[in-house]
Nanobody, 123 residues
Framework: QVQLVESGGGLVQAGGSLRLSCAAS????????MGWFRQAPGKEREFVAA????????YYQDSVKGRFTISRDYATNTVYLQMNTVKPEDTAGYYC????????????????WGQGTQVTVSS
């Protein structure tokens, strides 16, 4: 069992930066692939970024490549999403997920989800 708690969301101006954190409880953190997803009002939840259990592989949605960076800290059981040059279309609730995913980019591969943190980008 893994509990995930996101933090770091808030209001930011377009072009600015924000870092989201996802703190994971449990001793099995290092065994799980980790992902970030987001959901904007009236839209389906979509994949944003993912990192493999050993940190060796990362994936990004095309629209965030070059702007967002996912990383993980095994000492603190935390996954980060560094968001740079944010755009109004990045506005959404951001959710952290953990699992042993056969596909890191699909929701179905993740077993545990956090409650989310809201990111709002003003133009």
């Amino acid at each position: 069992q893994v509990q995930l708690v996101e933090s770091g969301g808030g209001l930011v101006q377009a072009g600015g930066s924000l870092r989201l954190s996802c703190a994971a409880s449990g001793r099995t953190f290092r065994r799980y692939d980790m992902g970030w997803f987001r959901q904007a009002p009236g839209k389906e939840r979509e994949f944003v970024a993912a990192i493999s259990w050993n940190g060796g592989t990362t994936y990004y949605q095309d629209s965030v490549k070059g702007r967002f960076t996912i990383s993980r800290d095994y000492a603190t059981n935390t996954v980060y999403l560094q968001m740079n040059t944010v755009k109004p279309e990045d506005t959404a609730g951001y959710y952290c997920a953990a699992g042993s995913a056969t596909s890191l980019t699909r929701e179905g591969g993740y077993s545990y989800w956090g409650q989310g943190t809201q990111v709002t980008v003003s133009s």
